[in-house]
């Protein structure tokens, strides 16, 4: 199950990191272990996961702090984008917006436009690690964010500039319907855009790609990502990139 997938590749390989000589051990989280209430939440706060996946980030978290004598760090980054990114949360909505380009149709959204999905360049999340390698305190905590508190409006504006697209969102009574079956709907979303996409790809000579606009049905749970990047700042680090002013 995709549960078992999370405990095995997540908090598996950190429990096993922990038993190995290090000066410090590193857990890359995740800012969704806060949930997705939209507040801005600093590194003190509540965590609510909600989601197998930061569920199990967040017991990995656990597993690592709770380790006696372990030296550790843990960072919980934004949705992260940029080089290297192929099955990402950016990287699926440029895929599916591709292919709306292709159809000539309205790309439509599920969801409210100002639900926050604050992000992190790649590029500025390894150079924070980094940093924090020489600056950080073991057993801390920090949040890594840009500056750019980017909202689903704001990803959406930029990706259909790119495609030349119009977008809408559906109404607030068909979004929740959809929060009530999102297995059904991630089933009738893959089914108008595989079939598209490997036109898209078959046109253009295209015969293996690691690129797919196939979503799971966990892809469409709300996220409302919000974190504080106040303590990272506080170090002495600076972020380069922002997705959204």
């Known amino acids: 199950s995709k549960q078992f997938v999370y405990l095995r590749d997540i908090v598996e390989v950190s429990t096993q990191s922990t038993g190995r000589a290090s000066s410090c051990t590193w857990e890359l989280s995740t800012a969704q272990v806060y949930?997705?209430?939209?507040?801005?939440?600093?590194?003190?706060?509540?965590?609510?996961?909600?989601?197998?996946?930061?569920?199990?980030?967040?017991?990995?978290?656990?597993?690592?702090?709770?380790?006696?004598?372990?030296?550790?760090v843990i960072v919980r980054a934004g949705m992260v984008y940029g080089a290297g990114d192929r099955l990402g949360y950016i990287t699926s909505q440029l895929v599916i917006a591709s292919i709306y380009s292709y159809l000539g149709e309205t790309m439509k959204l599920i969801w409210n436009k100002n639900m926050y999905v604050n992000t992190v360049h790649v590029d500025d999340l390894c150079r924070a690690i980094r940093h924090l390698t020489q600056s950080g305190t073991p057993g801390e905590v920090y949040n890594v964010v840009d500056d750019g508190d980017t909202t689903l409006d704001g990803i959406c504006r930029h990706v259909a500039n790119i495609f030349a697209i119009k977008y809408e969102y559906i109404s607030s009574f068909t979004s929740m319907l959809a929060s009530i079956s999102l297995k059904?709907?991630?089933?009738?979303?893959?089914?108008?855009?595989?079939?598209?996409?490997?036109?898209?790809?078959?046109?253009?000579?295209?015969?293996?790609?690691?690129?797919?606009?196939?979503?799971?049905?966990?892809?469409?749970?709300?996220?409302?990502?919000?974190?504080?990047?106040?303590?990272?700042?506080?170090?002495?680090?600076?972020l380069q990139e922002a997705l959204c002013y």
Not at 67 to 72: I, K, N, Q, S, V
Not at 187 to 214: Q, Y
Request: with cysteine.
């Open 35 to 72: 949930g997705s209430s939209g507040k801005i939440s600093k590194e003190d706060a509540k965590t609510s996961p909600k989601y197998d996946f930061e569920c199990c980030k967040l017991k990995a978290e656990q597993t690592v702090a709770t380790t006696p004598g372990l030296r550790h």
């Open 184 to 238: 059904d709907v991630a089933e009738d979303v893959n089914e108008k855009h595989l079939t598209p996409w490997s036109e898209m790809c078959s046109r253009a000579g295209i015969s293996n790609t690691p690129l797919s606009p196939f979503i799971y049905s966990s892809q469409l749970e709300t996220l409302n990502i919000r974190a504080n990047n106040g303590k990272l700042k506080e170090t002495g680090f600076q």
